[in-house]
Protein backbone atom coordinates (compact mmCIF):
# COMPACT_ATOMS: atom_id res chain seq x y z
CA UNK A 1 0.00 0.00 0.00
CA UNK A 2 3.02 2.44 0.57
CA UNK A 3 4.74 2.05 -2.76
CA UNK A 4 1.32 2.50 -4.23
CA UNK A 5 0.62 5.44 -2.50
CA UNK A 6 4.38 6.60 -3.00
CA UNK A 7 4.18 5.70 -7.18
CA UNK A 8 1.02 7.72 -7.44
CA UNK A 9 2.50 10.63 -5.74
CA UNK A 10 5.83 10.23 -7.66
CA UNK A 11 3.23 10.59 -10.73
CA UNK A 12 1.66 13.44 -9.64
CA UNK A 13 4.76 15.36 -8.65
CA UNK A 14 6.04 14.97 -12.48
CA UNK A 15 2.63 15.68 -14.41
CA UNK A 16 3.14 18.80 -11.90
CA UNK A 17 6.43 19.64 -12.85
CA UNK A 18 6.00 18.95 -16.69
CA UNK A 19 2.47 21.18 -16.74
CA UNK A 20 4.79 23.80 -15.13
CA UNK A 21 7.32 23.24 -17.95
CA UNK A 22 4.93 23.43 -20.91
CA UNK A 23 2.99 26.38 -19.97
CA UNK A 24 5.70 28.29 -19.32
CA UNK A 25 6.98 30.87 -22.18
CA UNK A 26 10.09 32.31 -23.12
CA UNK A 27 11.12 34.82 -25.25
CA UNK A 28 13.52 33.39 -27.66
CA UNK A 29 14.00 36.26 -29.89
CA UNK A 30 17.13 37.54 -30.65
CA UNK A 31 16.09 40.60 -33.32
CA UNK A 32 18.90 43.14 -33.44
CA UNK A 33 17.49 46.01 -32.36
CA UNK A 34 20.35 48.56 -33.30
CA UNK A 35 18.56 51.92 -34.57
CA UNK A 36 15.24 51.33 -32.14
CA UNK A 37 14.92 53.44 -29.51
CA UNK A 38 12.82 52.15 -26.28
CA UNK A 39 11.67 53.52 -23.24
CA UNK A 40 10.95 51.22 -19.93
CA UNK A 41 9.40 52.93 -17.33
CA UNK A 42 10.29 51.22 -13.84
CA UNK A 43 13.40 50.08 -15.17
CA UNK A 44 15.53 50.45 -12.05
CA UNK A 45 14.85 46.51 -10.75
CA UNK A 46 12.51 43.80 -10.98
CA UNK A 47 11.07 43.11 -14.24
CA UNK A 48 11.98 46.22 -15.44
CA UNK A 49 15.25 46.22 -15.31
CA UNK A 50 15.42 42.49 -17.13
CA UNK A 51 13.72 43.83 -19.54
CA UNK A 52 15.99 47.01 -20.24
CA UNK A 53 19.06 45.21 -20.27
CA UNK A 54 17.74 42.24 -22.79
CA UNK A 55 16.90 45.73 -24.98
CA UNK A 56 20.42 46.81 -24.43
CA UNK A 57 21.82 43.40 -25.07
CA UNK A 58 20.31 44.22 -28.46
CA UNK A 59 22.08 47.45 -29.50
CA UNK A 60 18.63 49.71 -28.15
CA UNK A 61 18.90 53.17 -26.98
CA UNK A 62 17.31 52.38 -23.89
CA UNK A 63 15.57 55.35 -22.00
CA UNK A 64 15.33 54.11 -18.48
CA UNK A 65 12.52 56.12 -17.20
CA UNK A 66 12.67 55.96 -13.18
CA UNK A 67 11.77 57.90 -10.23
CA UNK A 68 14.35 57.86 -8.17
CA UNK A 69 17.60 59.53 -10.03
CA UNK A 70 20.43 57.09 -7.58
CA UNK A 71 18.46 53.88 -8.23
CA UNK A 72 18.45 54.59 -11.89
CA UNK A 73 21.97 55.17 -12.59
CA UNK A 74 22.87 52.33 -10.34
CA UNK A 75 20.98 50.49 -12.73
CA UNK A 76 22.59 51.94 -15.94
CA UNK A 77 25.49 51.43 -14.82
CA UNK A 78 25.30 47.94 -14.52
CA UNK A 79 23.57 47.69 -17.99
CA UNK A 80 26.11 48.93 -19.60
CA UNK A 81 28.52 47.11 -17.63
CA UNK A 82 27.46 44.40 -19.00
CA UNK A 83 26.26 44.85 -22.40
CA UNK A 84 29.14 47.48 -23.40
CA UNK A 85 26.12 49.25 -25.10
CA UNK A 86 26.84 52.77 -23.74
CA UNK A 87 23.40 54.33 -25.47
CA UNK A 88 21.83 54.11 -22.38
CA UNK A 89 20.02 56.67 -20.69
CA UNK A 90 17.98 57.80 -17.51
CA UNK A 91 15.23 60.13 -17.70
CA UNK A 92 13.12 61.09 -14.12
CA UNK A 93 9.30 59.60 -14.23
CA UNK A 94 7.02 60.34 -11.66
CA UNK A 95 3.82 58.57 -12.38
CA UNK A 96 2.39 59.54 -9.39
CA UNK A 97 2.34 63.14 -10.33
CA UNK A 98 1.04 64.22 -13.96
CA UNK A 99 3.48 67.14 -14.05
CA UNK A 100 6.18 64.68 -14.00
CA UNK A 101 4.28 62.66 -16.68
CA UNK A 102 3.90 65.53 -18.58
CA UNK A 103 7.75 66.78 -18.13
CA UNK A 104 9.01 63.14 -18.95
CA UNK A 105 6.94 63.41 -22.00
CA UNK A 106 8.04 67.12 -23.30
CA UNK A 107 11.63 66.15 -22.91
CA UNK A 108 11.26 63.03 -25.31
CA UNK A 109 9.69 64.46 -27.88
CA UNK A 110 12.10 67.66 -27.69
CA UNK A 111 15.32 65.36 -27.69
CA UNK A 112 13.98 61.86 -29.44
CA UNK A 113 13.75 61.25 -33.31
CA UNK A 114 12.13 58.31 -32.98
CA UNK A 115 10.36 56.07 -30.46
CA UNK A 116 10.05 52.22 -31.27
CA UNK A 117 8.99 50.68 -27.78
CA UNK A 118 7.25 51.68 -25.00
CA UNK A 119 6.83 49.62 -21.92
CA UNK A 120 4.74 50.68 -19.50
CA UNK A 121 5.97 48.44 -16.55
CA UNK A 122 6.27 50.06 -13.74
CA UNK A 123 3.81 49.12 -11.26
CA UNK A 124 2.59 49.19 -7.36
CA UNK A 125 0.65 46.89 -5.26
CA UNK A 126 -0.31 46.48 -1.66
CA UNK A 127 -1.03 50.37 -1.50
CA UNK A 128 -3.09 51.61 1.34
CA UNK A 129 -5.78 54.35 0.10
CA UNK A 130 -4.20 57.88 -0.46
CA UNK A 131 -4.90 60.61 -2.91
CA UNK A 132 -2.35 62.03 -5.41
CA UNK A 133 -2.44 66.12 -5.97
CA UNK A 134 -4.20 65.39 -9.14
CA UNK A 135 -6.67 64.25 -7.65
CA UNK A 136 -6.56 60.63 -8.16
CA UNK A 137 -6.58 57.82 -6.25
CA UNK A 138 -2.64 57.19 -5.79
CA UNK A 139 -2.65 53.08 -7.45
CA UNK A 140 -4.67 53.91 -9.95
CA UNK A 141 -3.01 56.80 -10.88
CA UNK A 142 0.28 54.87 -10.98
CA UNK A 143 -0.67 51.99 -12.53
CA UNK A 144 -3.50 52.94 -14.79
CA UNK A 145 -3.65 57.10 -15.27
CA UNK A 146 -0.49 57.50 -15.39
CA UNK A 147 0.60 55.34 -18.03
CA UNK A 148 -2.49 55.98 -19.99
CA UNK A 149 -1.21 59.71 -20.57
CA UNK A 150 2.00 58.51 -20.93
CA UNK A 151 0.98 56.72 -23.85
CA UNK A 152 -1.51 59.30 -25.26
CA UNK A 153 1.12 62.14 -25.33
CA UNK A 154 3.98 59.96 -26.77
CA UNK A 155 1.46 58.34 -29.93
CA UNK A 156 2.73 60.82 -32.59
CA UNK A 157 6.21 59.68 -31.79
CA UNK A 158 5.24 56.47 -31.77
CA UNK A 159 3.01 56.64 -35.09
CA UNK A 160 5.76 58.30 -36.52
CA UNK A 161 8.39 55.67 -35.70
CA UNK A 162 5.85 52.52 -37.09
CA UNK A 163 6.23 49.74 -37.15
CA UNK A 164 6.51 50.56 -33.07
CA UNK A 165 5.04 48.56 -29.94
CA UNK A 166 3.41 49.56 -26.75
CA UNK A 167 3.68 46.78 -24.50
CA UNK A 168 1.62 47.08 -20.74
CA UNK A 169 2.97 44.94 -18.18
CA UNK A 170 -0.70 43.38 -16.86
CA UNK A 171 -0.78 40.78 -14.58
CA UNK A 172 -3.17 37.49 -14.26
CA UNK A 173 -5.24 39.23 -11.19
CA UNK A 174 -6.82 41.33 -13.80
CA UNK A 175 -8.95 38.46 -14.61
CA UNK A 176 -10.71 39.38 -11.43
CA UNK A 177 -11.01 43.30 -12.36
CA UNK A 178 -14.26 44.69 -12.16
CA UNK A 179 -13.49 48.39 -13.15
CA UNK A 180 -16.61 50.78 -14.11
CA UNK A 181 -16.95 54.11 -15.18
CA UNK A 182 -18.17 54.73 -11.44
CA UNK A 183 -15.37 53.36 -9.52
CA UNK A 184 -12.57 54.32 -11.49
CA UNK A 185 -11.28 56.66 -9.40
CA UNK A 186 -12.29 54.57 -6.25
CA UNK A 187 -10.29 52.89 -4.07
CA UNK A 188 -11.68 49.10 -3.57
CA UNK A 189 -9.49 47.50 -1.38
CA UNK A 190 -5.89 46.12 -1.22
CA UNK A 191 -6.71 43.65 -4.12
CA UNK A 192 -9.46 44.46 -6.15
CA UNK A 193 -7.97 47.98 -6.50
CA UNK A 194 -4.50 46.19 -8.03
CA UNK A 195 -6.72 43.81 -10.24
CA UNK A 196 -8.34 47.13 -11.40
CA UNK A 197 -5.56 49.27 -12.20
CA UNK A 198 -3.43 46.34 -14.12
CA UNK A 199 -6.61 46.09 -16.83
CA UNK A 200 -5.15 47.07 -20.26
CA UNK A 201 -4.86 50.66 -20.46
N1 LIG B 1 6.50 40.42 -9.94
C1 LIG B 1 5.37 39.79 -10.24
O1 LIG B 1 5.12 38.65 -9.83
C2 LIG B 1 4.34 40.48 -11.11
C3 LIG B 1 3.22 39.75 -11.49
C4 LIG B 1 2.29 40.35 -12.31
C5 LIG B 1 2.48 41.64 -12.75
N2 LIG B 1 3.55 42.35 -12.35
C6 LIG B 1 3.71 43.72 -12.85
O2 LIG B 1 4.98 43.84 -13.42
C7 LIG B 1 5.46 45.16 -13.25
C8 LIG B 1 6.84 45.14 -12.63
O3 LIG B 1 6.76 44.42 -11.44
P1 LIG B 1 8.05 44.04 -10.59
O4 LIG B 1 7.72 42.83 -9.83
O5 LIG B 1 9.25 44.05 -11.46
O6 LIG B 1 8.04 45.26 -9.57
P2 LIG B 1 9.21 45.97 -8.76
O7 LIG B 1 10.43 45.13 -8.72
O8 LIG B 1 8.61 46.43 -7.47
O9 LIG B 1 9.51 47.25 -9.68
C9 LIG B 1 8.55 48.23 -9.85
C10 LIG B 1 9.16 49.38 -10.58
O10 LIG B 1 8.16 50.42 -10.71
C11 LIG B 1 8.73 51.63 -10.23
N3 LIG B 1 7.72 52.56 -9.71
C12 LIG B 1 6.93 52.41 -8.63
N4 LIG B 1 6.19 53.50 -8.43
C13 LIG B 1 6.53 54.39 -9.42
C14 LIG B 1 6.15 55.70 -9.74
N5 LIG B 1 5.28 56.37 -8.98
N6 LIG B 1 6.69 56.30 -10.83
C15 LIG B 1 7.61 55.65 -11.57
N7 LIG B 1 8.03 54.41 -11.30
C16 LIG B 1 7.50 53.78 -10.23
C17 LIG B 1 9.69 51.20 -9.13
O11 LIG B 1 10.57 52.26 -8.83
P3 LIG B 1 11.33 52.30 -7.41
O12 LIG B 1 12.40 51.23 -7.46
O13 LIG B 1 11.88 53.68 -7.36
O14 LIG B 1 10.32 52.02 -6.35
C18 LIG B 1 10.34 50.01 -9.83
O15 LIG B 1 11.30 50.45 -10.72
C19 LIG B 1 4.42 45.91 -12.42
O16 LIG B 1 3.59 46.67 -13.26
C20 LIG B 1 3.64 44.77 -11.76
O17 LIG B 1 2.31 45.16 -11.50
C21 LIG B 1 4.50 41.79 -11.55
Not at 51 to 80: P, S, W, Y
Not at 101 to 124: C, Y
Not at 125 to 153: C, R, V
Request: include cysteine.
Amino acid sequence: MFFIVLFFLLVTFILIKFRKKFKQKWCRSKVCLVGKTVIVTGANTGIGYETALEFAKRGARVILACRNEERATTARQKIVRETQNENVVVQILNLSSMTSVRKFAKNILDTEERLDILVNNAGVGGLEHSMTSDGLQLLMQINYFGPTLLTMLLIDLLKKSAPSRIINVSSMIARFAKLTPENLNSYTGLVMSYSNSKLDT
